[in-house]
């Protein structure tokens, strides 16, 4: 699921056999598998974000909450940072061959 930042929502709900609870930034973060997190970028408030995520980047009327055209959300990139970037590393690992990769940094944020 998502493993998202401080400023998503905290999922209240007690998970069985678990000792935290997860935060949950926008809707199908709790699907299973990779997730991008949400990263508020200039021009782009944390809602109208989440909102992009929401409506795949549909712009919407209001600019407290809707997504907006300033918040540059581009599906298939933004939607899927995690798979870019680990495809990026294979090519690279196949050209280089190398004996290991160390990842010293956040690299998959929507908006970087």
């Not at 926008?26 to 021009?43: E, I, K, L, W």
């Not at 909450?65 to 959300?73: H, N, P, V």
């Amino acid at each position: 699921g998502d493993w998202g930042g401080m400023d998503g929502g905290v999922v209240t709900d007690e998970r069985p056999k678990k000792e935290y609870r997860r935060i949950i930034q926008y809707s199908g973060g709790d699907a299973p598998g990779p997730h991008v997190m949400a990263r508020s970028r200039a021009g782009c408030k944390f809602p109208n974000l989440v909102e992009c995520f929401n409506t795949k980047g549909k712009v919407g009327p209001d600019p407290s909450s809707s997504c907006l055209a300033t918040c540059g959300w581009t599906e298939g990139i933004d939607d899927q940072a995690q798979f870019l970037v680990a495809n990026q590393v294979k090519r690279r690992a196949a050209i280089s061959k190398p004996q290991y990769v160390l990842n010293v940094g956040d690299n998959f944020y929507w908006g970087g």
